[in-house]
């Protein structure tokens, strides 16, 4: 018989009573709650119902820590107007970390001892020092921060020799899905929980990033192991429960998408009807779209505003295909080298840059586009990636591109 849950938010469920013993989080408030069946002695009647509590989670903190950790939690999420859907909320160890990921602890630390030995010297460094006190406070309250109230994100091992890691999340801003799989180099040999092999499952912690606040996404995130923050195996085992079986076959379906062989990146992650898609929308949606997105934008020439194709941008568009462009976005870079861009046109585009040659490409075989890292990553339903450095735009524009180009991907004719 299905088992009825309810939350202490007042939120309810029904569960297959299989089910029953196991952990589900809530999805109202995001407490966890065992699935429990309850008797007649527990319910106060004499009909057998079912229901379930929520368990307290056995504090891995004293009671002081634990005060801290949840003020730190609510500055952060007052701050910021965002809250992670499962924050690390663990005390994090400034040496740890700073023997893991010694880059900018070297810097400040550094920077902070050295200006004190010169004050020696001469008394003028002491706004030196003044500067470097100032900054590695506030490097190391924003370092405690993050593992508080930061994002907790599956993590697998995919090579130990470059030491890689790929981590999955969703750089959603509350909008549509908008799932990544980060690849890059950590300190795997420095992780608190021994000898790292490959394939092995771990936890990151990260704070998300975005400079581009009209996009729907974050741009980027930072995550950063959690056994490299920590050495308590109860935080390490917490944090490896508290991810979903479904986000583990996110993180393994994202990293079958990723050329090989895989190398440190930002890749976007396309459901499989995505890659697999009918095209159906119609010259005049296409049309309608790049005019409603495109017009206004610096560097956007528009035909139907009775602009003209640039003589330099007649070395990539075929001569049978000018008079269906509809805009052409010349390079921003400033050199002797006139002749890049991209232009559109309800069939497709065609472009030429000097990091990756000429071209062009129909609409149809789009999947989606991606702004994150430098670049603008186009992926094709065959699952092959075009990157376009993002310095030959400006920041409007590259975001206009974006967004005409996801959205063709995708098939809307709305925006």
């Known amino acids: 018989m299905p088992i009825n849950v309810r939350c202490t938010c007042g939120a309810t469920y029904r569960v297959k009573d299989e089910l029953e013993g196991k952990l589900m989080r809530c999805k109202s ?25 929520v368990l307290p989670e056995p504090s891995l903190h004293s009671p002081e820590e634990e005060r801290k950790i ?26 740890q970390y700073s023997k893991a990921y010694p880059k900018w602890p070297m810097i400040w630390f550094g920077g902070l001892f050295a200006s004190i030995i010169m004050c020696i ?31 907790v994100n599956p993590g697998i091992i995919v090579s130990t020799q470059p030491p890689l890691v790929a981590v999955y999340t969703d750089l959603t801003k509350g909008g549509s899905e908008f799932p990544v799989v980060k690849i890059e180099a950590h300190p795997i040999r420095r992780m608190s929980t ?64 990723v050329p090989k062989p895989l190398t440190a990146g930002l890749y976007r992650h396309y459901p499989d009807d995505a890659l697999d898609r009918n ?33 330099e941008a007649k070395t990539y568009i075929p001569s049978d295909a000018r008079n269906v462009v509809l ?40 999947a989606g586009a991606f702004l994150a890292r430098g670049v603008l990553e186009i992926t094709f339903t065959d699952g092959e990636r075009l990157e376009i450095p993002t310095s030959h735009f400006l920041s409007q ?13 995708r098939g809307r004719s709305d925006m």
């Open 29 to 53: 408030c995001d407490a966890k709650l065992r699935i429990r069946e309850a008797g007649p002695e527990r319910s106060g009647s004499t009909t057998e119902t079912a229901r379930s509590e």
């Open 70 to 95: 949840e003020r730190e939690l609510r500055r952060s999420q007052e701050s910021s107007n965002t809250a992670a859907s499962n924050p690390g909320k663990f005390k994090a160890s400034i040496l």
């Open 121 to 151: 010297v001469t008394p003028w460094f002491l706004i030196v020092a003044a500067f470097f006190a100032v900054s590695t406070w506030f490097y190391c309250n924003r370092l405690k921060t993050q593992f508080v109230a930061g994002c």
């Open 194 to 257: 021994g000898a790292a092999e490959k394939g092995q499952k771990v936890t990151t912690v990260a704070f998300y990033e975005s400079m581009e606040d009209e996009l729907e996404h974050w741009t980027n995130f930072t995550p950063r192991l959690t056994a490299c923050a920590t050495s308590d195996r109860r935080v390490i085992q917490k944090q490896l429960k508290s991810i979903e079986s479904d986000d583990w076959a996110s993180l393994k379906d994202a990293l079958s998408q």
């Open 279 to 311: 095209f159906e929308l119609e010259d005049d949606d296409i049309d309608g779209l790049i005019e409603g997105v495109m017009d206004g934008v610096k560097n956007c020439l528009m035909m139907s505003n009775g602009d003209r194709i640039p003589s």
């Open 327 to 366: 805009a052409v976005v010349t390079s921003a870079q400033v050199s002797a080298d006139d002749d890049q861009g991209i232009a559109l046109s309800a069939f497709g585009a065609y472009y030429r840059f000097s990091e990756i040659g000429k071209g062009q490409l129909t609409w149809d075989e789009i």
């Open 397 to 409: 524009t590259k975001v206009r591109l974006e967004i005409l180009m996801d959205t063709i991907g």
